[in-house]
């Protein structure tokens, strides 16, 4: 069996990563997507072990220690990372396995790991990452105008992944993200 591919799937906070990667799994059952640790409190809809597993800071560090993170990045004063050993194991499966990460992550994994697949995803507009940030509902103004300000730095990043996909359209971009991964396989 053929390993599978890790891709570093990025953009802005609200960019619409999560919808991206749904469709990409409804679409393609090789695809994995990794789970990442946070300190973050649970939002309504978060499932421990599904969407995020979720820990104390106190373990968080104790990972960071044993370097049990492939990456890890602090954030609105939580922390996040992708665990090496289940992203490992999928690899070896045969399973494309898609980190859905920040910026400060997913320039953590190039680095570690320069045969991935990277992607970063933009908004139409800024003021449009605006609209969806506050269409979630989850936040409040200060975490808002944080989550922006931070976006315009992560913008700056987009230079340094090999593929750049447009969330305008879900089906499209996800389209898109398929048509990438199917490329990069045929070139491996």
């Known amino acids: 069996m053929k390993k599978g591919k890790l891709v570093v799937f990025t953009g802005c906070s609200g960019v619409g990563k999560g919808t991206i990667m749904k469709e990409l799994l409804k679409r393609n059952p090789r695809i994995k997507l990794s789970v990442s640790c946070t300190t973050r409190p649970p939002r309504p809809e978060d499932v421990d ?23 890890y990045a602090s954030f609105c004063d939580n922390y996040y990372g992708t665990p ?45 990452l605006e609209r969806r940030l506050r269409g979630r509902g989850t936040e409040d103004e200060e975490t808002i105008k944080k989550r922006m300000d931070r ?13 750049s996909v447009l969330n305008d359209e879900v089906d499209k971009a996800a389209s898109e993200i398929l048509l990438i991964l199917e490329n990069e396989k045929k070139n491996f």
Do not use: W
Request: charged share 35%; glycine share 6%.
């Open 49 to 71: 072990g599904v969407t995020y597993y979720f820990i104390s800071k106190e373990d968080f560090k104790n990972k960071i220690e044993h370097d049990g993170f492939l990456e």
């Open 84 to 128: 090496k050993a289940p992203v490992d194991k999928m690899l070896k499966r045969g399973y494309d396995v898609f980190l859905e990460i920040e910026v400060d992550g997913g320039m953590q994994v190039m680095y570690k790991r320069p045969d991935c697949i990277s992607i970063f995803v933009t908004p139409p507009s800024m003021e449009e």
């Open 151 to 163: 976006a315009v730095e992560e913008m700056r990043f987009e230079k340094f992944y090999k593929y």
